[in-house]
Every structure is written in C-alpha cells, then in structure tokens.
C-alpha cells in the first residue's frame, strides 16, 4: 500500500472554512483529478458531504464513527484501522479533513501539497503541523492566478 496525502494549504495551513475548500484555482483541481484518478480517496464523513457526488473513477472511502452512516457510491468504514486494512493492496490519497490529514501524516508516503500564497484569517480548519526537515522538497508547478501565487509540491518522506 502506497498512502499519500494531497492538500491546498494556505500561508497559516489553512484548508478550508465553512465545509468547502477556501480558493478554488482550475489548476489545482486539473492537478488533484490527474492525481486521483484511478486510485483510492480516503476521506471523513464531512469532506464526503461537501462533494456533490462520490468521485468518478476513484475507489471512494469515507471514515465515520457513526455505526449507520451510508454514503452513496463511497464505502464507509469506522476508523483507520479498517480503512487501512480494506485499502491494503491500494495507491490511497487521503483528501481531508483536517482529522484525517491529522490521523495520516505520520505514515504517508509522499504529501503532495498546494502551497497558496494567501492567508485566510477565518479558516476553521487547518493542516497539521509537520517537520520539513523529515522531507525532501520538489516543486512540480507554479501558477500565479487571479493576483495569488500558488504551488504545487511535492513531500517525499526522506
């Protein structure tokens, strides 16, 4: 099992206010779908919620302490434990949120990162804190959109 994690963080790491995604960029997202597609997303109940359908072409799977909770073309499990067991032979990218990004950043392979030069000061949720120096540093893009500089790199654990 490959696990990585794949984020849009700002300067503060924020990731998201209000259940969505704080800037929205084309590129970003053509870079997240090119990512994910054909791989297994791993995410929490609230970022299933805020999607407005299951993601085609990826294995959805979606961890909720909730015992009766469904999710409609997603496979639900009820902690890390079952999600890592049911993904054993998959190439996971874990997408969110903030406790799940939490419960994987220590045994990610790889982060791949959208680094946003911008602050959002009312984010209510946030990327875990991680120590660089346990990384190497690739950056794979850069864009500057709509004034904001952002880019896309690349974590690997060293």
């Known amino acids: 099992m490959s696990i990585y994690i794949i984020a849009a963080i700002g300067k503060n790491n924020e990731l998201g206010k209000d259940n969505d995604l704080i800037w929205h960029f084309k590129e970003?997202?053509?870079?997240?779908?090119?990512?994910?597609?054909g791989n297994?997303?791993?995410?929490?109940?609230?970022?299933?919620?805020?999607?407005?359908?299951?993601?085609p072409n990826?294995?959805?799977?979606?961890?909720s302490t909730n015992p009766n909770y469904s999710a409609e073309g997603a496979e639900v499990v009820h902690g890390i434990d079952?999600?890592?067991?049911?993904c054993k032979d998959d190439t996971v990218f874990v997408i969110g949120g903030?406790?799940?990004?939490?419960a994987?950043?220590?045994i990610a392979d790889n982060l791949y990162l959208t680094e946003i030069d911008s602050v959002c000061d009312d984010a209510d949720v946030y990327f875990p804190s991680f120590d660089k120096s346990l990384y190497e540093r690739e950056k794979l893009t850069d864009y500057f959109v709509?004034?904001?500089?952002?880019?896309?790199?690349?974590?690997?654990?060293?």
Request: net charge positive; no cysteine; aromatic share 12%.
């Open 28 to 37: 970003d997202m053509k870079f997240f779908r090119e990512m994910t597609t």
């Open 98 to 102: 903030g406790k799940i990004y939490d």
């Open 40 to 55: 297994t997303v791993l995410m929490g109940r609230k970022t299933f919620e805020s999607l407005p359908h299951a993601l």
């Open 104 to 106: 994987f950043i220590d």
């Open 82 to 86: 079952e999600a890592l067991e049911i």
């Open 146 to 158: 709509d004034g904001i500089h952002f880019s896309h790199i690349k974590y690997s654990r060293i």
């Open 58 to 63: 990826r294995r959805n799977i979606v961890i």
